[in-house]
């Protein structure tokens, strides 16, 4: 079995009764889920504004093109709109199962295709001619988003979400279901490996300063 | 004396790959001891700056782009106790979009899709032109293929 087909079901709403989690979270998004669930458009508007950028940049990175994070993002807010009424605040952050949501829609479609192309790794995308400054940074951008997409989905989800979105190791566990410990490995072994894959652009980089 | 307080290169090259290069996320006696190394480890200075350049070089991976019809499409995914009908999602999507004619209701599209109702039955044929009217109403008002293909009610 692969290592995505033990993880087990994440984007069920966390239950908030019995003795097992006692402690409670300070939601800064706990009144507008609410609101939502009494069909309030402008707390949906509100939410949309605050989690879109994130939830496209993670799924973006993740899935290494803008077509499927729309498809990802679109499908996180319907479970959004879905979960509202059910959904009990104190255990976890509504943020952190949202990003639970996305991941798991992130994991099924790099799994599709990978099941479909035999790679999950998406066709470099030519960003034409340009000019000086502005070409040099979409060949590093480009670059950049290479060695993230050959990276094992695991150690890129690891790195997207605490350098890029700026979670701690901690918040990143919680979301990717793993213990800090085994997030601490994916992101040395995910930042070894990008040293290896970006050394020129390193080496350019170090060289400047 | 903790361990922490005679950071080895080795465990600061490890804490680096594992935090990452700002000592602000790191727990704060590690923190405090690779502040000491750094003070007297040139080797420690030069594995600190490739870990800054690294997260410099991260910073340019490209970012979801968050445009209008995409925020207008996770809106109108929104149920609000109405019948989910294609009017209900087409004003959704409209008042999305240009949120100053809020005043756009679905009244105000059951008449303005009679009025192109009316226009393009009048003007129908079985040209080509036609065909585009009737995909562009039903792209607009999101019709099910069904409505397409006739199956409709």
Redesign the interface.
Known sequence: MTELGVMRQLDEPPETSGDNHPQTVSDPDAGLVAA?AR?D?AA??TL??RH??R???????VLGN?AD??EV??DV??RV?KTAKAWKPGKAKFETWMHRVALNLCYDRIRKKREVTGKDIPDPIDEGPGPGKALH?KQ??AR??EA?QSLPERQRVA?TL???QGY??IEAAEMMDVSVEAV??L??RG??Q??VL?RA??DH??GE? | MNDTQNMTLDRFEALLEAHGCDLVRWQADEAAAARQLLAHSALARSALQEAESLSQLLDAAPKGDVHAALTARVLAGMPDGEAASPLNVASKVLRVLWPQFGWLRPASLVAASLAAGLYVGATATTTAASDQQADIFAYVFELPEAWETGDAP
């Open positions: 939502i069909g458009e949906a508007r949309v504004d879109l950028p939830i496209m940049n993670l799924a973006r990175r803008q994070a729309e993002a679109q807010f319907l709109w940074q590093v951008a950049v988003d993230l790195i605490c350098h890029h701690t190791n601490e490995s992101l040395a930042r070894r990008l040293r970006l652009e390193l980089l170090l300063h």
